[in-house]
């Protein structure tokens, strides 16, 4: 069905109902009226016959029914109304407006039937006589004794009542039109008003349905209108507590989802995903605003994950798992997840509930820390053992061979000192890092030259032992913000480790180069390169690429590692590229200014 606006409904109704009450009233009127006209004709009709009555008689007595129709014919003339004199067997002996000779009987007349039983006998009928609908009223004339001696009939023409009618009813359609248009003038003010009110108050609920609260709404006047108004206007106040009271429920809800660590996903019932917090999202690699409405399946390409939730739904039973994903760049995650249900309002399972820690850390330090206690362990065992093995060969020498004696001593000395490089070096490991955590360590504006120069000929000897260039490539203006004594240290253990594995009559370069606010010191070989593989891992501490090269070349393990936690400390970090067969470049960054 169509709907109309009000407006239209309320004003052709007010419109409809006036025409039709002012038409019932006007017809109502013109019956009223058009009665007592016909009745005020039967009244004046017998009036005017008993003016006439006794001078008629007097000449019905005399039989002087000439004299009689002249005097019918006067008076009907004067007075405007036809006269008619019937005796008593009906025939007509005078008339005001034709021959008594040529008229019928009228003795079966309707009007003279009545008057013949009543005092007035009337009848409203068509006139064959004079070819007009006529108003009649008749009565008896009777003598002295009362004996009926003829009957006297007054006649009016209905025509003329009717024109006197259609002038009265002319009037009062006139009026009653007035009428109609003032009261269609005033419906439409009226239904104007209702409606404006009835939009006021419907713009005033859009408003509120955009969020707009403030707003305030009147009824102007109308008590109805204005209760509306004031329940309205309630109902918005309220509406606004309730969006502060909720709007801040979320934020605190989002804010204490957002600084968690933890991620967090909330899936419903159909598999839909409900919610999720951004380091949920940063763990899954998924996009935090591009989910809401979509399927598990669709964001997360994970099959342990979907069937984790499948298990949640159908136990109903909490879940704690780790597992491992994989991102889209390949790295490799591990998650543990505690799964449980997740209540509606009226405590109805509306879904489940995953709140995930990333340990990859974790995983990878317990891996660090169980590689770096079995190194630490392999590294100390095998200084140790031949120690005790050569100590144990001298104590059973019963002969006392001198040559043997001095050379066992000489590879228990070098052992000893083995172990001690490798005690010193985690110490000042230890140092570097105790150092930072207490923010102990002096940094400094300070030219590169002079480091980098100093670093060079500590080396330069054994580089000569395998005929290898040391190469500088940096300018006196060259500066950046450091620690004097551990960058040199950073740098010889890099230049150290450069000539160390390279082969001979190679050379090593160490160059200085300004990058806007920071500046690169790059040392470069040619020597035996690094897998891809083992990048990520060369800084670790006792992690070797090579186990028997490096410790041939007399490595402990942990020179790249001293050098990492000293760059860190100078607030700036290091890199390395590396090609197998073509050499490593490391490159550390330090801040200029």
Request: hydrophobic letters at 40%; proline letters at 3%; one cysteine or more.
């Given at each position: 069905?169509?709907?109309?606006?009000?407006?239209?409904?309320?004003?052709?109704?007010?419109?409809?109902?006036?025409?039709?009450?002012?038409?019932?009233?006007?017809?109502?009127?013109?019956?009223?009226?058009?009665?007592?006209?016909?009745?005020?004709?039967?009244?004046?009709?017998?009036?005017?016959?008993?003016?006439?009555?006794?001078?008629?008689?007097?000449?019905?007595?005399?039989?002087?029914?000439?004299?009689?129709?002249?005097?019918?014919?006067?008076?009907?003339?004067?007075?405007?109304?036809?006269?008619?004199?019937i005796l008593p067997d009906g025939?007509?002996?005078?008339?005001?407006?034709?021959?008594?000779?040529?008229?019928?009987?009228?003795?079966?007349?309707?009007?003279?039937?009545?008057?013949?039983?009543?005092?007035?006998?009337?009848?409203?009928?068509?006139?064959?006589?004079?070819?007009?609908?006529?108003?009649?009223?008749?009565?008896?004339?009777?003598?002295?004794?009362?004996?009926?001696?003829?009957?006297l009939r007054a006649a009016v023409?209905?025509?003329?009542?009717?024109?006197?009618?259609?002038?009265?009813?002319?009037?009062?359609?006139?009026?009653?039109?007035?009428?109609?248009?003032?009261?269609?003038?005033?419906?439409?003010?009226?239904?104007?008003?209702?409606?404006?009110?009835?939009?006021?108050?419907?713009?005033?609920?859009?408003?509120?349905?955009?969020?707009?609260?403030?707003?305030?709404?009147?009824?102007?006047?109308?008590?109805?209108?204005?209760?509306?108004?004031?329940?309205?206007?309630?109902?918005?106040?309220?509406?606004?507590?309730?969006?502060?009271?909720?709007?801040?429920?979320?934020?605190?809800?989002?804010?204490?989802?957002?600084?968690?660590?933890?991620?967090?996903?909330?899936?419903?019932?159909?598999?839909?995903?409900?919610?999720?917090?951004?380091?949920?999202?940063?763990?899954?690699?998924?996009?935090?605003?591009?989910?809401?409405?979509?399927?598990?399946?669709?964001?997360?390409?994970?099959?342990?994950?979907?069937?984790?939730?499948?298990?949640?739904?159908?136990?109903?039973?909490?879940?704690?798992?780790?597992?491992?994903?994989?991102?889209?760049?390949?790295?490799?995650?591990?998650?543990?997840?505690?799964?449980?249900?997740?209540?509606?309002?009226?405590?109805?399972?509306?879904?489940?509930?995953?709140?995930?820690?990333?340990?990859?850390?974790?995983?990878?330090?317990?891996?660090?820390?169980?590689?770096?206690?079995?190194?630490?362990?392999?590294?100390?065992?095998?200084?140790?053992?031949?120690?005790?093995?050569?100590?144990?060969?001298?104590?059973?020498?019963?002969?006392?061979?001198?040559?043997?004696?001095?050379?066992?001593?000489?590879?228990?000395?070098?052992?000893?000192?083995?172990?001690?490089?490798?005690?010193?070096?985690?110490?000042?490991?230890?140092?570097?890092?105790?150092?930072?955590?207490?923010?102990?360590?002096?940094?400094?504006?300070?030219?590169?030259?002079?480091?980098?120069?100093?670093?060079?000929?500590?080396?330069?000897?054994?580089?000569?032992?395998?005929?290898?260039?040391?190469?500088?490539?940096?300018?006196?203006?060259?500066?950046a913000i450091f620690n004097a004594?551990?960058?040199?240290?950073?740098?010889?253990?890099?230049?150290?480790?450069?000539?160390?594995?390279?082969?001979?009559?190679?050379?090593?370069?160490?160059?200085?180069?300004?990058?806007?606010?920071?500046?690169?010191?790059?040392?470069?070989?040619?020597?035996?390169?690094?897998?891809?593989?083992?990048?990520?891992?060369?800084?670790?501490?006792?992690?070797?690429?090579?186990?028997?090269?490096?410790?041939?070349?007399?490595?402990?393990?942990?020179?790249?590692?001293?050098?990492?936690?000293?760059?860190?400390?100078?607030?700036?970090?290091?890199?390395?590229?590396?090609?197998?067969?073509?050499?490593?470049?490391?490159?550390?960054?330090?801040?200029?200014?």
């Amino acid at each position: 069905m169509k709907l109309r606006p009000i407006f239209w409904q309320l004003f052709p109704s007010y419109c409809i109902l006036t025409i039709g009450a002012l038409t019932a009233i006007l017809i109502y009127f013109s019956s009223v009226v058009e009665s007592f006209f016909f009745k005020q004709t039967v009244t004046n009709s017998a009036e005017r016959i008993a003016l006439v009555e006794d001078s008629f008689r007097e000449k019905i007595l005399a039989g002087n029914y000439g004299l009689l129709d002249v005097r019918a014919k006067k008076f009907g003339h004067s007075a405007n109304m036809r006269f008619t004199v019937i005796l008593p067997d009906g025939s007509v002996i005078a008339d005001s407006d034709e021959d008594p000779a040529v008229m019928d009987n009228h003795l079966n007349r309707p009007e003279i039937q009545i008057a013949l039983t009543d005092p007035i006998g009337t009848s409203n009928r068509y006139s064959n006589t004079v070819d007009k609908n006529m108003q009649y009223s008749a009565k008896v004339i009777t003598d002295e004794q009362g004996v009926p001696v003829a009957v006297l009939r007054a006649a009016v023409p209905v025509d003329a009542i009717r024109k006197s009618l259609q002038s009265i009813n002319r009037e009062a359609a006139f009026m009653g039109l007035v009428l109609i248009l003032i009261t269609a003038v005033i419906s439409l003010a009226i239904s104007r008003y209702i409606s404006d009110r009835i939009k006021h108050l419907q713009l005033g609920a859009q408003l509120f349905a955009k969020g707009n609260l403030y707003h305030k709404l009147s009824g102007s006047g109308a008590l109805e209108f204005e209760m509306l108004a004031v329940s309205m206007n309630n109902m918005a106040k309220q509406l606004s507590d309730r969006l502060k009271t909720i709007t801040t429920q979320r934020n605190e809800q989002e804010a204490i989802l957002e600084s968690m660590t933890e991620g967090v996903m909330a899936v419903g019932k159909d598999n839909k995903i409900i919610n999720i917090n951004n380091p949920a999202a940063k763990i899954l690699d998924i996009d935090p605003y591009n989910y809401k409405g979509k399927y598990v399946q669709e964001i997360i390409r994970n099959s342990d994950i979907q069937k984790l939730l499948q298990r949640l739904f159908a136990t109903q039973i909490p879940i704690e798992e780790e597992l491992t994903i994989f991102t889209q760049n390949d790295t490799v995650r591990h998650l543990q997840i505690h799964g449980t249900l997740l209540f509606g309002v009226e405590k109805e399972t509306i879904g489940v509930l995953l709140v995930m820690n990333d340990i990859t850390k974790l995983k990878k330090l317990e891996q660090m820390r169980q590689d770096f206690a079995a190194n630490v362990s392999h590294e100390l065992r095998t200084p140790l053992t031949s120690i005790k093995g050569f100590i144990e060969t001298i104590l059973s020498d019963t002969k006392g061979d001198p040559e043997n004696t001095e050379r066992f001593l000489r590879i228990v000395n070098k052992h000893v000192i083995r172990l001690e490089t490798i005690i010193e070096d985690l110490l000042n490991l230890a140092k570097i890092e105790k150092e930072t955590d207490k923010k102990e360590i002096r940094l400094s504006l300070n030219p590169l030259l002079p480091v980098c120069q100093r670093a060079i000929e500590t080396c330069s000897d054994k580089a000569m032992e395998k005929n290898i260039t040391l190469k500088i490539d940096c300018t006196k203006e060259s500066k950046a913000i450091f620690n004097a004594v551990m960058l040199e240290q950073a740098l010889v253990n890099l230049i150290d480790n450069a000539v160390k594995y390279s082969a001979e009559n190679t050379a090593v370069e160490l160059g200085v180069c300004p990058n806007g606010q920071q500046t690169q010191i790059k040392v470069k070989d040619q020597g035996y390169g690094i897998d891809r593989r083992n990048i990520k891992r060369i800084f670790e501490r006792f992690y070797r690429v090579d186990k028997a090269r490096s410790r041939k070349a007399g490595g402990t393990g942990l020179g790249l590692s001293i050098v990492r936690h000293i760059v860190l400390a100078n607030n700036g970090n290091i890199t390395v590229e590396s090609d197998l067969g073509k050499g490593s470049t490391f490159t550390i960054t330090l801040p200029a200014s």
